[in-house]
């Protein structure tokens, strides 16, 4: 064979093995492509899923946060609330006429069931323990020796010593525990779910 033979003979084999070799070559890229592409996909899909589960789970956390924040305001709202009716049910109280404050007066100290002590009046209350009221005590308790004294660090009610005890009939003290006894059933009437028809 003469050299030219042989060297197309080689260039035939080394065309037929760059075909064979560009043929592989395609092949392996088209299933690297088929595989990024499938791997994109699954990738794709699964940052989509966690990007919804993401956004889902914040979206939940900030109505959560926001329904917290409405059941704070609203609670305050009816605290407020309550507040407003208890003051206005204080005010009323302290603006009844003297004879029916009286009345309730001689009633407590009957109550405290004391016949002896001094009974320090309200700086406010002077029309009250009047001598209307001395003649009260007298005939609900005639056996009852009170002295009276004006106070100088509050304004309504009395508080009355006997011995070493205490009894306190301020008219705070007194509506601050009628309200702490209360406060539950105001607020259930006040906020009584509405029904509806």
């Known amino acids: 064979m003469s050299i030219e033979g042989i060297i197309k003979k080689i260039e035939a084999v080394t065309e037929e093995r760059i075909a064979e070799i560009v043929k592989e070559v395609n092949s392996n890229i088209a299933e690297i492509q088929s595989t990024v592409i499938d791997y994109e996909t699954k990738v794709g899909k699964k940052a989509d ?11 939940r956390q900030t109505i959560n ?21 208890f003051e206005k049910s204080y005010r009323k109280i302290l ?15 009957v109550n405290f069931g004391e016949n002896e002590g001094e009974i320090i009046v309200g700086k406010d ?26 106070a100088t660090d509050f304004d309504h009610g009395f508080m009355l010593i006997s011995g070493k005890i205490q009894f306190d009939a301020r008219a705070q003290s007194v509506f601050a ?14 906020f009584a779910p509405q029904s509806e028809g």
């Not at 946060?65 to 009716?85: C, D, F, G, N, S």
């Open 125 to 150: 209350d002077t029309a009250v323990f009047d001598s209307n009221f001395d003649n009260m005590v007298r005939e609900s308790m005639p056996e009852s020796k009170f002295t009276k004294k004006s």
């Open 49 to 59: 899923l966690l990007a919804k589960t993401e956004s889902e789970r914040v979206y």
């Open 95 to 109: 603006a009844l006429p003297p004879e029916e404050l009286r009345k309730s007066y001689v009633g407590m100290l």
């Open 65 to 85: 946060r926001a329904e917290a924040e409405m059941r704070k305001e609203t609670l305050a709202e009816k605290q407020e609330l309550v507040r407003e009716v």
């Open 177 to 190: 525990q009628i309200e702490e006894e209360l406060i539950d059933d105001v607020s259930k009437i006040l």
